[in-house]
C-alpha cells in the first residue's frame, strides 16, 4: 500500500497553471472563398503555375498543362462552358 501511494504521488507531477491559448477559428463560407481566391488564377496565365512550362493548353474555366498535368482552376469561369467544351471536345461521353 505504501508504495502504491508513492508511486501515484510520483506519477502526477505538479502543473503550472497555464492560460488556454487555444483560437476558436469560425469555418463560414466567406473564409472558404477567401482560401479559393488565392489559390485560383484570375486572369491566363502564360505559364504553368507548378512547373513552368509554357505547354498548356487554355479550356473555359481551366487551364490544363500538358507538360505536368496540373490543371489549374480559372476564377469566375463558367463550368457550364467548361462542360460544353469536354462534351464537343470528346472528352466525356454524352449522356
Ligand atoms: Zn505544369
Same mark, same amino acid.
Given at each position: 500500500?505504501?508504495?502504491?501511494?508513492?508511486?501515484?504521488?510520483?506519477?502526477?507531477?505538479?502543473?503550472?497553471?497555464?492560460?488556454?491559448?487555444?483560437?476558436?477559428?469560425?469555418?463560414?463560407?466567406?473564409? $472558404?472563398?477567401?482560401?479559393?481566391?488565392?489559390?485560383?488564377?484570375?486572369?491566363?496565365?502564360?505559364?504553368?503555375?507548378?512547373?513552368?512550362?509554357? $505547354?498548356?493548353?487554355?479550356?473555359?474555366?481551366?487551364?490544363?498543362?500538358?507538360?505536368?498535368?496540373?490543371?489549374?482552376?480559372?476564377?469566375?469561369?463558367?463550368?457550364?462552358?467548361?462542360?460544353? $467544351?469536354?462534351?464537343?471536345?470528346?472528352?466525356?461521353?454524352?449522356?
Amino acid at each position: 500500500m505504501k508504495h502504491a501511494r508513492n508511486a501515484k504521488n510520483e506519477a502526477a507531477p505538479a502543473r503550472k497553471s497555464e492560460p488556454a491559448t487555444a483560437q476558436v477559428v469560425p469555418l463560414t463560407a466567406e473564409r $472558404f472563398l477567401e482560401s479559393a481566391a488565392k489559390r485560383f488564377p484570375a486572369e491566363r496565365p502564360d505559364r504553368c503555375s507548378k512547373c513552368g512550362s509554357t $505547354f498548356i493548353k487554355h479550356e473555359p474555366a481551366f487551364v490544363h498543362c500538358r507538360y505536368c498535368g496540373k490543371i489549374a482552376r480559372l476564377a469566375n469561369a463558367s463550368l457550364a462552358d467548361q462542360e460544353i $467544351f469536354e462534351l464537343r471536345s470528346g472528352l466525356r461521353i454524352a449522356s
